[in-house]
C-alpha cells in the first residue's frame, strides 16, 4: 500500500503561481511513477505531469508544458509541482498519484491516488 497526501493548493489570480506537494508513505518503493492530475466540474479527470523516481523523467500535457514543472525529492518521499502563469482553466481538483505500471498518462493506469486538493485561479 502507498498512502499520498497533497497539500499547497488555494485560491490564485491569474498569472500567479502555487506550488503543490505530494508525501507519500508506505511502500514507496513499489511505485516507479508519480503523477499529477486534475478535474474540473464537470469535466473528467486528466493527465498534467509525471516524474520517475529512479532517473526523474519527467513528462507534461501539453497544455502545461513551459508553465508547470514537476520534481521530486526522494529522501522526503515527496513529489512537487510548481505551477506558474497559472490561468483560469488551471482550475479544479489537483491529485497525485502513482504507479508501478508505463500508462503514465492515464487515470487506468495509476494504482494509488491522494484525496485531491482544489486549486483556483480567478480571471
Known amino acids: 500500500q502507498v498512502q499520498l497526501v497533497e497539500s499547497g493548493g488555494g485560491l490564485v489570480q491569474a498569472g500567479g503561481s502555487l506550488r503543490l506537494s505530494c508525501a507519500a508513505s508506505?511502500?514507496?518503493?513499489?511505485?516507479?511513477?508519480m503523477g499529477w492530475f486534475r478535474q474540473a466540474p464537470g469535466k473528467e479527470r486528466e493527465f498534467v505531469a509525471a516524474?520517475?523516481?529512479?532517473?526523474?523523467?519527467?513528462f507534461y500535457a501539453n497544455s502545461v508544458k513551459g508553465r508547470f514543472t514537476i520534481s521530486r525529492d526522494n529522501a522526503k518521499n515527496t513529489v512537487y509541482l510548481q505551477m506558474n502563469s497559472l490561468k483560469s482553466e488551471d482550475t479544479g481538483v489537483y491529485y497525485c498519484?502513482?504507479?508501478?505500471?508505463?500508462?503514465?498518462?492515464?487515470?487506468?493506469?495509476?494504482?494509488?491516488w491522494g484525496q485531491g486538493t482544489q486549486v483556483t485561479v480567478s480571471s
Open positions: 498519484a502513482a504507479t508501478t505500471s508505463a500508462l503514465i498518462t492515464r487515470v487506468g493506469g495509476y494504482d494509488y
Open positions: 516524474i520517475s523516481w529512479s532517473e526523474s523523467n519527467t
Open positions: 508506505g511502500r514507496t518503493f513499489s511505485s516507479n511513477y
